[in-house]
Each structure stands twice: as C-alpha cells, then as structure tokens.
C-alpha cells in the first residue's frame, strides 16, 4: 500500500517556475515508478510525465517536453515536478500516481497507475 501526498502548488506568472512535491508512505516505494497527470476544468486528466522506480528512465508528454522535469529522492520517498518556463494553458489540479512495471507505451494511461494522491492546483496567470 502506497499513500501519496502532493505539495506545493500555487499561483505563479506566465515564465515562472514552481516545483510540486509528492511525498509517499510504505516502505515499498522505492520499487515504485510513479508518474505526474494533471487535470484542467472540464477537461479530461492528461499524462504530464513519469520516472521509473531507479530514476533510469522517464517519459514526458510532448506539451511539456524542455520545460518540465521529474525527478526522485527514495532516501526521501519524494517524487518532484520541476516546471519552468510556465504558461497559462498548464494551469490546472496536478496529481502524483504510483504503479509497477511502467513502460513506455503504458506511461501515459491513467489506468497504468495503482495509487493516487488528492492533488495540487497550479494556477499560471497571463
């Protein structure tokens, strides 16, 4: 059992930068991979990107691509989000999920995925 917990969320101008957190609990989390989605209103939630369980590979949608960057600590059973360069089309509810055996081609579903936080909402001004 994962639990996971997002942070650090806010309100931020167009060109800043923010760096949302997800802190997780369970001592298996270091054999998790675990990805970012978000979620703007009325819209459906959308694949941001994703780390595998060492931190030797990740995935990133194509909207985001050079801006963003996800990262892990196990030591500190902490996934991050890194967003630079931000606009106001990334404002939305970002969450953190967690799931084993990500590939690729399974990075972007959010069936993929076995845990997920609450969210944090990211607000980008124009």
């Known amino acids: 059992q994962v639990q996971l917990v997002e942070s650090g969320g806010g309100w931020v101008q167009a060109g800043g930068s923010l760096r949302l957190s997800c802190a997780a609990s369970?001592?298996?989390?270091?054999?998790?991979?675990m990805g970012w989605f978000r979620q703007a209103p009325g819209k459906e939630r959308e694949f941001v990107a994703s780390?595998?369980?060492?931190?030797?590979?990740?995935y990133y949608a194509d909207s985001v691509k050079g801006r963003f960057t996800i990262s892990r600590d196990n030591a500190k059973i902490t996934v991050y989000l890194q967003m630079n360069s931000l606009k106001p089309e990334d404002t939305a509810v970002y969450y953190c999920?967690?799931?084993?055996?990500?590939?690729?081609?399974?990075?972007?579903?959010?069936?993929?995925?076995?845990?997920w936080g609450q969210g944090t909402q990211a607000n980008v001004s124009s």
């Open positions: 780390i595998t369980w060492s931190g030797g590979s990740t």
């Open positions: 369970g001592r298996t989390f270091s054999t998790y991979d």
């Open positions: 999920a967690a799931a084993l055996g990500v590939r690729s081609w399974s990075a972007p579903r959010t069936s993929t995925y076995d845990y």
